[in-house]
């Protein structure tokens, strides 16, 4: 059989995987190599994650170019995050030859109508209804200048959202986004393909532990106010132990903990750790108020870690329901943490675990659908 090749145009250097975005990329790269795919990835870098040899296991080749933030990027009618992922180094590459190309979230898409790539097939890789995703950090953020920021970005991205009518093929994380998507683009072939992660199969322990875990990018305004209202709104009269553990909490969310006797935080856990916490906390918390995209850390601990508690959001388009335990305000939140408490996760919650995730999120089962678009 021919060698089947494929452009990966990555907004960000996927390794290592540890936040949302890179996650898909990363193991999606992984998946799609071990099906004897060649890729060609194309990462968009600027400070704070370093070129890495590791990627090169699985890549055929691997470039980077330098993202172009600053003043002109900022004024550009595109949005930032589009504008700032321009590289005439990129687009001279793809049309080094006629493969496919992903373009990775709507940051990577800056060249996806540019009329040179007119007969390539071009895929649009979604992470989240990006528009959506800006308002809502413009609703939770404090900071005066990060609102105006993301509330332009907002206006911006979602003029800018029609750009993906030149996309042959969308594939979509969440079954809302892809209704939503479905309904924006009538004419062009949306479907939904999960995000990759990295899990096999569920490892859980069974029986109990002696804390509640909340955890994620902390720096990230979203998380940042989730973790407030766990601390604020439901931890604030309970005795249970909880853990806030994730990047670069800001130094609001330090001192809130500080005075709270019963909440612990752990900053910039590794890998390791933050598995070993998800392994062993009686239950994970995780609560969000936007319901865009697949939240990852949500299926990273249901194939890791004991009960879940959510709210209906961090569920958006998921077929996740009957795995978690589900509550919508404080209220609710602190009556289901007294009863889970009081429970054992044992072996038959395991094996609906094991069911229902490798049916759904199985990332050989998702390689092999993304194969046969391509092919």
Same mark, same amino acid.
Request: net charge positive; charged share 25%.
């Given at each position: 059989?021919?060698?089947?090749?494929?452009?990966?145009?990555?907004? @960000?250097?996927?390794?290592?995987?540890?936040?949302?975005?890179?996650?898909?990329?990363?193991?999606?790269?992984?998946?799609?190599?071990?099906?004897?795919?060649?890729?060609?990835?194309?990462?968009?870098?600027?400070?704070?994650?370093?070129?890495?040899?590791?990627?090169?296991?699985?890549?055929?080749?691997?470039?980077?170019?330098?993202?172009?933030?600053?003043?002109?990027?900022?004024?550009?009618?595109?949005?930032?995050?589009?504008?700032?992922?321009?590289?005439?180094?990129?687009?001279?590459?793809?049309?080094?030859?006629?493969?496919?190309?992903?373009?990775?979230?709507?940051?990577?898409?800056?060249?996806? @109508?540019?009329?040179?790539?007119?007969?390539?097939?071009?895929?649009?890789?979604?992470?989240?209804?990006?528009?959506?995703?800006?308002?809502?950090?413009?609703?939770?953020?404090?900071?005066?200048?990060?609102?105006?920021?993301?509330?332009?970005?907002?206006?911006?991205?979602?003029?800018?959202?029609?750009?993906?009518?030149?996309?042959?093929?969308?594939?979509?994380?969440?079954?809302?986004?892809?209704?939503?998507?479905?309904?924006?683009?009538?004419?062009?072939?949306?479907?939904?393909?999960?995000?990759?992660?990295?899990?096999?199969?569920? @490892?859980?322990?069974?029986?109990?532990?002696?804390?509640?875990?909340?955890?994620?990018?902390?720096?990230?305004?979203?998380?940042?106010?989730?973790?407030?209202?766990?601390?604020?709104?439901?931890?604030?009269?309970? @005795?249970?132990?909880?853990?806030?553990?994730?990047?670069?909490?800001?130094?609001?969310?330090?001192?809130?903990?500080?005075?709270?006797?019963?909440?612990?935080?752990?900053?910039?856990?590794?890998?390791?750790?933050?598995?070993?916490?998800?392994?062993?906390?009686?239950?994970?918390?995780?609560?969000?108020?936007?319901?865009?995209?697949?939240?990852?850390?949500?299926?990273?601990?249901?194939?890791?870690?004991?009960?879940?508690?959510?709210?209906?959001?961090?569920?958006?388009?998921?077929?996740?329901?009957?795995?978690?335990?589900?509550?919508?305000?404080?209220?609710?939140?602190?009556?289901?943490?007294?009863?889970?408490?009081?429970?054992?996760?044992?072996?038959?919650?395991?094996?609906?675990?094991?069911?229902?995730?490798?049916?759904?999120?199985?990332?050989?089962?998702?390689?092999?659908?993304?194969?046969?678009?391509?092919?």
């Amino acid at each position: 059989m021919p060698e089947k090749h494929i452009h990966i145009v990555s907004f @960000d250097i996927p390794y290592p995987p540890n936040y949302g975005g890179v996650i898909d990329v990363f193991y999606k790269i992984k998946a799609l190599h071990q099906n004897g795919i060649k890729i060609h990835l194309h990462c968009i870098e600027y400070p704070g994650r370093d070129r890495t040899k590791e990627l090169n296991k699985y890549c055929e080749s691997v470039n980077y170019y330098r993202r172009k933030t600053g003043l002109s990027s900022a004024f550009s009618l595109k949005p930032y995050i589009v504008s700032s992922r321009k590289s005439d180094e990129l687009i001279t590459n793809l049309l080094k030859n006629d493969y496919p190309i992903i373009f990775e979230g709507m940051h990577s898409c800056f060249y996806i @109508d540019d009329a040179r790539l007119k007969n390539r097939i071009k895929i649009y890789r979604e992470s989240n209804i990006e528009h959506r995703y800006y308002y809502n950090l413009f609703k939770v953020d404090k900071n005066l200048y990060n609102k105006f920021y993301f509330i332009i970005e907002s206006i911006k991205l979602r003029l800018y959202q029609n750009v993906l009518k030149h996309a042959d093929l969308m594939l979509v994380v969440s079954q809302k986004d892809t209704e939503y998507l479905q309904q924006h683009f009538k004419n062009n072939k949306v479907v939904y393909l999960p995000s990759f992660h990295r899990n096999e199969n569920p @490892d859980i322990k069974p029986g109990t532990g002696k804390y509640a875990l909340y955890h994620g990018n902390i720096e990230v305004a979203e998380n940042a106010h989730a973790a407030s209202f766990l601390i604020n709104e439901v931890f604030n009269d309970l @005795d249970f132990p909880l853990v806030v553990a994730g990047m670069n909490p800001p130094e609001q969310i330090k001192k809130l903990i500080d005075s709270k006797p019963n909440v612990k935080l752990i900053s910039n856990p590794d890998d390791e750790k933050m598995f070993e916490l998800i392994r062993d906390a009686h239950v994970n918390v995780l609560v969000t108020f936007q319901a865009t995209g697949l939240k990852l850390k949500l299926l990273n601990t249901l194939y890791n870690g004991r009960f879940c508690l959510v709210n209906e959001k961090m569920l958006n388009g998921t077929l996740l329901n009957d795995l978690c335990v589900i509550a919508n305000n404080s209220f609710q939140l602190k009556n289901k943490l007294k009863t889970i408490f009081k429970d054992d996760f044992d072996e038959d919650q395991i094996e609906l675990r094991k069911q229902k995730l490798n049916g759904l999120y199985s990332n050989k089962i998702s390689a092999e659908r993304l194969i046969s678009y391509i092919s």
